[in-house]
């Protein structure tokens, strides 16, 4: 109990010992796994890379499309690699869930980690779900931190790691932060072992720092400029004195949604002190804290860290720890003087991970065993393929919940703040920022009378349920309550289905016009 108390991650065993045991937890792993992403219904943000990939007609035409839109290059070339093989849109549901199911399967198998952290780290939110099941490009950040730290002896005095490093830049940008930081980490090893800056090691480290500026680089031209200028606003916040105290010590932009509170300071507390589980390894502890540093004030200054951003810090503090077995840490534990603060990190850190399981049951388990799919958008899509909406034109507000029945339906929806037929939405500043239900009647009524056909209205807000008011919907596009307007929208329109039941946000009552 001592042991596990002073270091309740390592293993004291090699990995071949209890391989049966791991086997066994992959096992389980993968069929709770797989059952979660057969059941998943893809929502607005994952529809939305395959819609702009499939916009390229050509690779170099997807290049054009997708700049700007905020993610680097490497997703959708496996998107289109993908669909160029198998032309099936269920190859979007497949990539992600084959990628974070490599990256929990080297981490079982692989991971110096004690059998029940193991579990507690695959049975999570992150691994568990927003990195595997939710098939964006978050899960190569896992992928590609695990093999890094499963390589590192093999590659840290090689150009793998450089390319390597080049790779992660390129899965999404809070990753460029946490490949600087394996530079930095490799450069603190060399520093202690070499002094000489003309050695064969140095070249070697600044050789893969250039690398990794290439990346950098590589990353920087995908995602500037913006093409959403609403989004990329609303996401910056002002450079003071208040916001850089704010950015180290608040969760308000950062961790604010890992299972503590949300954005409280007990989980802020939590992150900080789970880094003295590195007290006794300098390197790493010098590395953990420069990664969240950086991590912090990109979340604070640039763009909020949501759950699937801020969970890749827990996903380098699993590698960092990883490196750190190799060199003999099991070993040093063992007859290292018990200290209150090495204590402490590591009790946060198991209270951090065992956070994350706590979401992992409580929001993915759950919505399956209750039934609630993620995103409405099937059902909708269920609703549109019925005879009597054959055809129909599709308005939903906001607008970018569209995204996602484009990819159940392959057909384009009319964005009601733009007046046109689309397949995703841009997040711009231009458009009708204030909405009312009468301006959507409005449309409604013109394309009927232009095509014909019945138009399928889906509405976030509920109408029964919401006061009088302004609403954001997303990036200030603002809807605007009236108790007339409600009226009047009521006694033009049908309700024909309340779908109201999501495990997500995609859920939405659904009106057919005219009555």
Not at 99 to 105: E, F, H, R, T, V
Not at 156 to 183: E, H, K, M, Y
Not at 220 to 235: E, L, M, Q, T
Not at 334 to 361: C, E, I, S
Request: glycine share 8%; net charge positive; proline share 5%.
């Amino acid at each position: 109990m001592d042991r596990w108390l002073r270091q309740p991650l390592l293993a004291e065993r090699p990995t071949t010992d209890n391989r049966g045991a791991r086997w066994l937890l992959l096992g389980v792993w993968l069929t709770v796994t797989i059952v979660l992403a057969v059941k998943h219904v893809p929502w607005r943000d994952e529809a939305r890379a395959w819609s702009l990939m499939l916009m390229g007609r050509s690779w170099p035409d997807m290049f054009r499309t997708v700049q700007g839109e905020g993610h680097p290059y490497l997703w959708y070339m496996l998107l289109r690699a993908g669909w160029e093989v198998f032309g099936a849109p269920e190859v979007l549901r497949v990539t992600g869930p084959v990628i974070g199911a490599a990256a929990s399967a080297l981490l079982i198998l692989r991971g110096p980690f004690r059998i029940g952290m193991l579990a507690l780290l695959v049975f999570s939110l992150h691994l568990g779900f927003e990195y595997t099941v939710l098939s964006r490009n978050y899960g190569i950040s896992a992928l590609i931190i695990l093999v890094i730290a499963a390589s590192w002896t093999r590659i840290r005095d090689s150009l793998w790691l450089g390319a390597l490093l080049i790779l992660l830049c390129n899965t999404n940008v809070p990753s460029v932060f946490i490949a600087g930081s394996f530079a930095f980490y490799r450069l603190l090893e060399v520093w202690e072992g070499n002094r000489n800056l003309h050695s064969p090691e140095w070249r070697r480290w600044m050789l893969n720092v250039a690398l990794l500026l290439v990346g950098t680089l590589l990353c920087f031209i995908a995602v500037y400029p913006p093409a959403n200028d609403s989004a990329s606003s609303a996401g910056s916040a002002p450079l003071t004195l208040p916001n850089l105290l704010g950015a180290l010590f608040t969760a308000e932009r950062s961790f604010m949604a890992i299972g503590l509170g949300n954005a409280s300071l007990f989980g802020s507390l939590v992150v900080l002190f789970s880094l003295l589980l590195f007290l006794d390894r300098p390197k790493a502890l010098a590395t953990a804290a420069l990664a969240l540093i950086t991590l912090k004030f990109f979340f604070f200054f640039v763009y909020p860290g949501y759950y699937r951003h801020s969970s890749l810090f827990f996903i380098f503090l699993i590698a960092l720890a990883w490196i750190e077995a190799g060199k003999g840490w099991v070993r040093e534990w063992k007859t290292a003087d018990v200290r209150p603060a090495l204590l402490l990190g590591t009790t946060a850190f198991v209270v951090l991970m065992g956070a994350q399981t706590a979401r992992y049951l409580a929001d993915p388990i759950a919505n399956l065993v209750e039934g609630r799919p993620y995103s409405h958008a099937a059902d909708l899509a269920q609703i549109l393929n019925r005879p009597e909406y054959s055809g129909s034109m599709l308005m939903i507000d906001p607008d970018s919940m569209g995204e996602s029945v484009v990819y159940q339906t392959g057909r384009p929806y009319w964005l009601i703040r733009r007046d046109r037929l689309a397949t995703l939405t841009p997040f711009s500043s231009a458009g009708d920022k204030r909405l009312t239900l009468d301006r959507l009647l409005q449309q409604a009524d013109g394309l009927k009378s232009r095509t014909g056909r019945p138009v399928v209205i889906a509405l976030a807000l509920n109408l029964d349920r919401t006061q009088s008011g302004a609403y954001d919907m997303m990036y200030r596009d603002y809807t605007l309550l009236t108790p007339a307007s409600v009226a009047r929208f009521k006694a033009a329109t049908r309700k024909i289905a309340s779908l109201r039941n999501a495990g997500g946000d995609e859920e939405y009552d659904v009106y057919v016009y005219p009555r």
